[in-house]
């Protein structure tokens, strides 16, 4: 069982260099505030495995245009990427910028990916909220664009930006807007309930081992929010870029069994949690 934790501040000095790191403590889960500041934050999750690009998504998002953002990263790497000299920089960017960015390294082989993302739903407690990846960086105009938009919609499902380099190649559902990294979910009780209720009971494609039926993240994701009735749309005024050339789109990788039981679950989650509403 995954358990909340309360960010405790630890110091970890490097010659000019002081880093914000998170260590785990239990507490009970916060939720999302009701009302929104018109100055409430983008918190923005990073799960990493150690990518050579990491860096480079860390500064893009740090030097974005007229945007509040809180940045929150959890390392799944066997070696801790907090000691590689770039991302310490680019850490001691966001400090320059007045961007927090809080680090956690943890250890787990089987299900990295799903208690990664639990691990940041721990710290990503407010209404706008983004997963981000990290081969992924966006165009310096892209989450101003974005959270505009966020300010202006009231509720709503998620608000993506286009994908260049992969575009609908990784679009579980063509000709309907899926979620794509970097792009903002509105996150209220119910919708913060479902996702932690998806990465702790499930098992996605992106994790190492799991059970035989694996779902999907992305398909699940882009079925969820219309399943409640909540509009979702691809921002063509934001866009962002995959920085792995080499790496082939998830949907090409995996059986469209996955897809259709993804899409399955979301439906079947969002009509109970309707019918408890």
Known sequence: MIHPRIPRRIEISTPGVQLAVTSSQNSSPAGPDTLRPADEPVQIGILT????????????????????????IVDTAESAVIKRDDVVFAMRLASDRGVYCGYEHIRERNRKFSVGRLRLLDELTGTLISFMDDDIVLAPSASHNLYERALQAGTFGFLS????NW???????PGRPHYSPGGIIYQDPLVRK????????TSDVLDARGGPDRLWEKAFLSELFPALGRESEIRQDCLSYHLDYRERPVRYRIDDGVVQASVSHA???AAAALQGT
């Open 49 to 72: 495995e150690g990518k050579a690009t990491l860096a480079m998504v860390i500064v893009g998002l740090v030097l974005q245009e007229s945007v509040p953002l809180d940045i929150y």
């Open 161 to 164: 930006p286009v994908l260049k």
């Open 167 to 173: 575009g609908d190649a990784d679009n579980p559902l």
């Open 194 to 201: 479902l996702l932690r209720e998806y990465y702790q009971n």
């Open 267 to 269: 439906r079947t989650v």
